[in-house]
């Protein structure tokens, strides 16, 4: 590339960055506020932790790691747990809703009965949410 080439391109990519602001109404650009970091790193740790339960990747577990017990009781007796469960069994009831039955006697319903089912709180609160 000749040095002309060069700064010609240099130019424009300028111009086109002096244009991002007028482009975009709010600035794309977040400044994160200052946080502990020691709770935030167990906090998104734990938020990791539980997605990666629910999407059964955690392998073989028997107990909350001790760090996240906290988070766990947070989301459970919080608003969180509550509207996920909400959610759930809205998105139950509305596939439910879909299926044509056949109306021969026999049709049946199969429940897998776990936390999906049936709420585990009382058995987390026994148990120090661990």
């Known amino acids: 590339m000749a040095s002309g080439t060069g700064q010609f391109v240099y130019t424009i990519l300028l111009l086109l960055i002096g244009q991002i602001p007028s482009a975009f109404p ?17 906090a ?23 760090r996240c017990r906290n988070f766990v009781k947070d989301y459970m007796i919080g608003d969180r747990y509550k509207s996920d469960s909400e959610v759930v069994a809205g998105n139950s009831l509305t596939f439910a809703k879909s299926l044509e039955i056949a109306g021969d006697g026999k049709d049946a319903w199969v ?17 120090g949410f661990g």
């Not at 998104?44 to 577990?61: H, I, K, M, P, Q």
């Not at 429940?111 to 148990?127: G, Q, R, S």
């Open 44 to 66: 998104l740790y734990c938020d990791s932790w539980r997605f990666s339960v629910e999407t059964n990747d955690a392998g073989y577990w028997s107990t909350i790691p001790t």
């Open 26 to 42: 709010q600035s794309i650009i977040q400044i994160l506020p200052k946080v502990n970091l020691v709770s935030d790193k167990n």
């Open 111 to 127: 429940f897998d009965i776990d936390e999906t089912l049936l709420t585990n709180l009382p058995y987390y609160e026994a148990h």
